[in-house]
């Protein structure tokens, strides 16, 4: 009689703490799961399966990706083990939609993200923590994470486009629309070097085809600087126009004979 009580005595803590742990993985489940919600990273890491420490810090390294690729999560399953959270989904790749004039997300790449922990009366606590140092939360100002080329779009320092506004952009073909200075005499300059911009293994299997516009300053060298996002594409495309882009090579305007720098507005059409 001794044993079987001093076995239930053991056993109660085990008990009570696995109790513990379905109650904490069923809230964490209420509010992280869902196929219809996109949770968005605060860092665009690539690697998979992507660990984080008891903190939220990523162990190791990752080569950070475009956000519209490497930024949004569907979490579909969420699992509490000994030593770490389990959470199973896909990525949420951001793609460029014409009748809503914004970028939507579509689900593409399965992702496992593992976060470490331990039995403890915190462990809701750290858990919590580090899941919020990992995702952003709703109402977070998110533009500071972003790339510079990105920072307009987002800011609200670009007017808000509408279906209208991609209804007027030209698609029959890429251009670069100059805008002159005030007052004549500018001599006008042409582009020297053009680097095409590659399609993402993405992009590419979803046949994406459509049209990407940026702003940008032609330099007194005749290279492009200033560069943002007007109207993005999404799916990694518009980081793959930003590369080209900084390859191109302008025969400078000029005033007076000397070279002036100058806005321009480039479009970028992608088709297979």
Not at 18 to 35: C, I, T
Not at 191 to 212: N, S, V
Request: aromatic share 8%; net charge negative.
């Amino acid at each position: 009689m001794l044993f079987l009580t001093l076995t239930l005595a053991q056993a109660a803590p085990a008990f009570a703490s696995g109790l513990a742990d379905d109650a904490l993985q069923e809230q964490l489940r209420k509010e992280y799961v869902s196929p219809a919600k996109v949770h968005v990273l605060r860092n665009f890491y690539a690697e998979f399966p992507l660990k984080y420490d008891l903190a939220g810090d990523l162990i190791g390294k990752s080569q950070s990706g475009p956000w519209t690729l490497f930024g949004g999560v569907i979490i579909e399953q969420l699992l509490l083990k000994p030593d770490h959270l389990e959470i199973r989904g896909h990525r949420a790749a951001f793609v460029y939609d014409l009748q809503q004039a914004k970028l939507v997300p579509q689900r593409w790449d399965a992702i496992i993200i593992e976060i470490a922990t331990r039995e403890a009366l915190d462990q809701s606590a750290q858990l919590h923590a580090a899941l919020e140092k990992i995702f952003t939360a709703p109402g977070d100002d998110t533009s500071n994470s972003m790339p510079d080329y990105w920072q307009p779009y987002y800011s609200g320092a670009l007017r808000k486009r509408t279906p209208e506004d991609d209804a007027e952009e030209p698609t029959a073909s890429d251009h670069s629309k100059v805008r002159p200075p005030a007052g004549s005499g500018v001599v006008e300059g042409h582009l020297k070097r053009r680097i095409e911009p590659a399609y993402t293994p993405l992009a590419k299997a979803a046949h994406i085809q459509d049209t990407c516009v940026m702003r940008a300053t032609i330099d007194k060298s005749g290279r492009l600087k200033d560069i943002v996002i007007v109207r993005p594409m999404g799916a990694g495309l518009d980081e793959e126009v930003i590369k080209a882009l900084r390859q191109w090579e302008y025969e400078p305007y000029r005033l007076k004979g000397e070279p002036i720098e100058i806005e321009t507005q480039i479009v970028i059409r992608f088709h297979l």
